[in-house]
């Protein structure tokens, strides 16, 4: 267990819906970030943030957005939903906001479009 | 454009032997790479890492080694154990920068009894 909360760990809805995914970081860690995980793809880094502000920002879609709140949780919401948006969506967690600050993983959640 | 790249998508490996794990990169920006460790239904495990300073890091029975002209990086696993059948993925980032971690495809090991 990483320590590292995401929520739900599974997700069906429609094309053209909107959903939000959920991560809890682990106790004490300021900066959350999140990868896509497509079916034919490794990782892709979408967005970080730390300390509630958006530190680093990957190829991220206009239809996704994320925040930080002030209790360190983060969301990421995905709308205008489309077939391709399919994938496992991870978040990670880490103390520190640079890239040697080791990042801990949650289990994911898979989101499917139907 | 795939900046870090697992060529192998697979690899079988008898226990006991060794496990040698290839990836490349081809941004000259990358400065610090890592590996982690999937198991089927939980997140990437961070195992092992290297900065561009140094070419090889050791860690119990996993070792990392750094080609930085070949832009090359092997991570080896010895002994072989069943529990180290997972998939195994490259990172690459550029120390010092906040952490957009760029990941290879991932190779699939597969330690056989």
């Known amino acids: 267990d990483s320590g590292v909360t995401q929520t739900p760990k599974h997700l069906i809805t429609a094309t053209g819906q909107r959903v939000t995914l959920r991560c809890s970081p682990r106790?004490?860690?300021?900066?959350v970030y999140w990868y896509q995980q497509s079916l034919d793809q490794g990782l892709q880094f979408l967005i970080q943030?730390?300390?509630?502000?958006?530190?680093a920002k990957g190829n991220i879609l206009e239809r996704f957005s994320a925040q930080q709140f002030p209790d360190l949780h983060s969301e990421l919401n995905l709308s205008s939903l489309e077939l391709g948006d399919s994938a496992l969506y991870f978040c990670a967690s880490s103390v520190g906001w640079q890239s040697n600050s080791e990042a801990f993983f949650g289990q994911g959640t898979r989101l499917t479009v139907v | 454009d795939q900046q870090v790249k697992q060529n192998s998508p697979s690899l079988s490996v008898q226990e006991g032997r060794i496990s040698i794990l290839n990836c490349d990169y081809t941004n000259s920006m990358f400065d610090y790479f890592l590996w982690y460790k999937k198991y089927p239904a939980e997140g990437p495990t961070f195992l092992i890492s290297?900065?561009?300073?140094?070419d090889k890091n050791e860690d119990g029975r996993f070792t990392v080694f750094l080609n930085k002209s070949a832009k090359h990086l092997s991570l080896h696993i010895v002994p072989s154990q069943p529990g180290d059948s997972a998939v195994y993925f490259c990172?690459?980032?550029?120390?010092?920068?906040?952490?957009?971690?760029?990941f290879g495809q991932g190779t699939r090991l597969t330690i056989n009894p």
């Open positions: 990172a690459a980032s550029a120390l010092g920068g906040a952490q957009k971690l760029v």
């Open positions: 106790s004490g860690d300021l900066s």
């Open positions: 290297i900065s561009s300073i140094k």
């Open positions: 943030y730390y300390n509630g502000e958006e530190r």
